[in-house]
């Protein structure tokens, strides 16, 4: 067998995948609920004790763990263990957008709704409390858009000399924008900001 053909074979039925994903992995879910009759979304506040992110928002979900057969299925176990509402409770609609980030792997949100909120049950170790935005708010409030940059820093080993062109690396950086929801004194950006408007972009009436 030549060397073609076995490139071909070992190829054969293949699944993509995502380059990079032995990164840290999570996923998340973005929950609508009805409440007082409009269709609202879910966040969390993080708990203060925690110390990553102490009281920042963000969606119910963290990292995929190797005995979750599926992203899927990780949301909906970090759903259930930080607030309390049962797996038959919730619905999962559709995958949104994967997103790849540089410093906190790669996120697999996905869109669901929850019956209700009766079984609400906060676990105060990761969560501090809950609070829900109309769709309508958000919907028809577009975030603050600001500039975050990210600079390219070579570490104490990084063979700089050896890089074709290495002086346009001495002030390189890359920009990102960061989106800034509020709503009464919540502020919400970041990751949990990024996700949310891709959800919004795409479902905002035309």
């Not at 919907?139 to 346009?168: A, C, Q, T």
Request: aromatic letters at 10%.
């Amino acid at each position: 067998m030549n060397e073609l053909s076995a490139i071909k074979r070992q190829l054969t039925n293949r699944k993509s995948g995502i380059l990079g994903s032995q990164a840290m992995q999570s996923a998340v879910i973005v929950p609508m609920v009805y409440v007082k009759g409009e269709l609202s979304i879910l966040f969390e506040v993080r708990s203060k004790k925690l110390t990553k992110q102490p009281g920042e928002i963000c969606f119910p979900g963290g990292r995929i763990d190797k005995t979750d057969p599926t992203p899927e299925a990780a949301a909906i176990r970090e759903l259930t263990e930080e607030i309390g509402i049962s797996k038959k409770s919730i619905n999962i609609i559709a995958p949104l957008d994967i997103l790849v980030t540089p410093f906190r792997g790669i996120i697999y949100p996905f869109l669901g709704d929850l019956q209700s909120l009766d079984e609400l049950k906060i676990n105060h170790d990761e969560v501090d409390h809950t609070f829900t935005i109309p769709l309508s708010y958000l919907y028809e409030h577009e975030p603050d858009v600001h500039s975050m940059k990210l600079w390219f820093e070579p570490g104490v080993d990084f063979p700089i000399d050896k890089v074709p062109n290495k002086r346009s690396y001495s002030n390189r950086y890359h920009e990102i924008p960061e989106y800034f929801y509020y709503y009464q004194d919540y502020v919400i950006w970041g990751l949990t900001a990024r996700m949310l408007s891709h959800f919004l972009d795409i479902t905002k009436p035309r």
